[in-house]
């Protein structure tokens, strides 16, 4: 099956420093990746669309400054959380559209962040 | 605009029992919809999908779903629970024909806990 991958699985980091994000789709490409965040007992919320090759599109509310994507290649996209805060504290959950086999996304293990 | 609501934000079920977890939907054209499972601190797996064709879909471990457009449900349904099935359960849904957009709309989610 689809495997998409995320690294680091968890981070804590100290108020002020940046984060990057890693989502890697391994067995197939991905022309389209999402970015989500997930706070406790909570649904998914959309943070951002990216796609390859070009700039991402952000959901409404969501600064696009202060969490940077690039989707350099068809099977990397990154999300880079600038300048945390405690408020930034969250689960963030990426996952990959894959065209062949019926439009599915396919979802990585999540990345638990934890700003102090 | 599309959107999905699960009534339901908690089921507690019988291990041997059958269990129904509900969901609903809205899209302005023809609906892809989805059910992903999380567990504890992952990301979300795929379980099954209606994109087009019969309207009993079977998908993993032993979960299947019923589209029922007249009353534009997709309830997730499986004959015998176990309790290893305990977790949370989204649906979600994109309407076929948001073009380029690709982006799944979840729902709030539901935890199953079936009881030993």
């Known amino acids: 099956g689809a495997v998409v991958s995320q690294h680091p699985s968890w981070v804590i980091c100290k108020s002020g420093t940046s984060v990057k994000i890693e989502c890697r789709s391994l067995d197939f490409q991905a022309t389209t990746m999402f970015w989500y965040r997930q706070f406790p007992k909570q649904s998914l919320m959309l943070m951002a669309t990216s796609n390859e090759g070009s700039k991402a599109t952000y959901e409404q509310g969501v600064e696009k400054d202060k969490f940077l994507i690039n989707h350099a290649s068809l099977t990397l996209s990154t999300l880079t959380v600038t300048s945390a805060h405690p408020e930034d504290s969250s689960f963030y959950i990426c996952s990959a559209f894959r065209l062949a086999g019926a439009q599915t996304q396919y979802f990585g293990p999540g990345t638990r962040l934890l700003v102090l | 605009a599309q959107s999905v609501a699960q009534p339901e934000d908690q089921v507690n079920v019988a291990e041997g029992n059958p269990l129904t977890v509900k969901c609903t939907y809205s899209?302005?054209?023809?609906?892809?919809l989805f059910w992903y499972v999380q567990y504890p601190n992952r990301g979300l797996q795929f379980l099954l999908k209606y994109i087009t064709g019969d309207n009993l879909v079977k998908g993993s471990y032993g979960f299947e779903a019923e589209f029922n457009k007249s009353q534009t449900s997709f309830h997730l349904k499986k004959p015998s629970a176990l309790v290893s099935d305990s977790a949370l359960y989204f649906c979600?849904?994109?309407?076929?024909?948001?073009?380029?957009?690709?982006?799944?709309?979840f729902g709030s989610g539901t935890q199953l806990t079936v009881l030993p």
């Open positions: 899209v302005s054209g023809n609906p892809y």
């Open positions: 979600a849904v994109r309407d076929f024909n948001s073009g380029s957009a690709r982006q799944l709309t």
